[in-house]
């Protein structure tokens, strides 16, 4: 499989889907509190695309070969979960911490974004762990530009969370997106500078750090339900994701919104204001 590049109308449309996505995390956001449950989360969110976008679920009824279709509308993993945490009946708990992971279907374009949400008041740590995983994921945006490596990314998510004291999973990865949820290239959070595919206009990926608090080793979760994937030692884990255009001059963050968090200060300032003004 090759790589696709999107001309004006694709990444018009990517922009699209992108702010779409980006827009229900905003409208999830004041109901992620203690005592919500994720399979309500789950509901308001196919509601919202549904009934006020227009849009449809991604994940909904989504598998790959190999894999029992996905039952629901997102993705929510809490805790100690990495990724694809199926939602359920268990309400969320003061000091608990859940990624949200959503990707919308707009006149066929995908739009992909998660952000960490802390669960009324959570510990030192766990804060730690989700800013920290935040500003990964910057870091690795911030390496994006015609001419650089996939490697570059990597290596910057890498070396910024092992020096934290943290680990990056390895067997999940970022991705290309269009038409199809995944396309290449894969996107690797870590590895060597200088390696890898080189970053050409009209490149759009995810980049999605998923970040352990213990060692970087996972296994599957005790639900044995074919997607929850949980760390080995059973220490806490976050993940933020942005899908990313690849521009003529650096980089377009393509799921932002009025709601989005704030971009971190090291973020150059140019950079930010490129980002904000396509929100």
């Given at each position: ?19 779409l ?10 109901f ?39 039952p629901?509308?997102?993705?929510t ?26 990707t919308?279907i ?9 952000r960490?949400?802390l ?21 690795g ?24 004291g ?34 050409k ?7 999605e750090?998923?970040?352990n ?29 942005h ?9 377009e963050v393509l ?8 971009t971190p ?15």
């Amino acid at each position: 499989m090759s790589i696709t590049y999107k001309d004006a109308a694709g990444i018009e449309g990517m922009r699209i889907a992108g702010r779409l996505a980006a827009e229900v995390l905003d409208y999830l956001t004041p109901f992620i509190k203690p005592g919500i449950t994720t399979n309500e989360i789950d509901r308001l969110a196919s509601d919202y695309m549904t009934d006020v976008q227009q849009s449809i679920s991604a994940t909904l009824g989504y598998g790959p070969p190999g894999y029992v279709p996905y039952p629901k509308s997102l993705c929510t993993s809490v805790n100690h979960q990495v990724c694809h945490g199926i939602p359920n009946d268990k309400p969320l708990k003061k000091g608990d911490i859940v990624n949200v992971d959503v990707t919308v279907i707009k006149n066929g374009w995908h739009g992909d974004t998660s952000r960490m949400f802390l669960v009324g008041d959570c510990s030192i740590a766990a804060k730690r762990l989700c800013q920290v995983t935040y500003e990964a994921m910057w870091h690795g945006i911030m390496r994006v530009r015609p001419g650089a490596r996939l490697g570059d990314i990597g290596h910057a998510i890498q070396t910024f969370a092992e020096k934290q004291g943290f680990s990056v999973v390895r067997e999940f990865c970022g991705h290309g997106i269009g038409l199809k949820f995944h396309e290449e290239p894969q996107v690797l959070h870590y590895g060597r500078p200088g390696t890898l595919e080189e970053l050409k206009p009209g490149m759009v990926f995810t980049i999605e750090p998923m970040i352990n608090a213990g060692k970087r080793d996972i296994k599957d979760g005790p639900e044995k339900d074919g997607w929850s994937i949980v760390t080995r030692d059973h220490s806490l884990s976050a993940q933020w994701e942005h899908m990313i255009l690849v521009t003529e001059t650096g980089y377009e963050v393509l799921t932002l919104s009025a709601g989005s968090p704030p971009t971190p200060a090291f973020v150059p300032r140019q950079a930010a204001e490129q980002a904000d003004a396509s929100a």
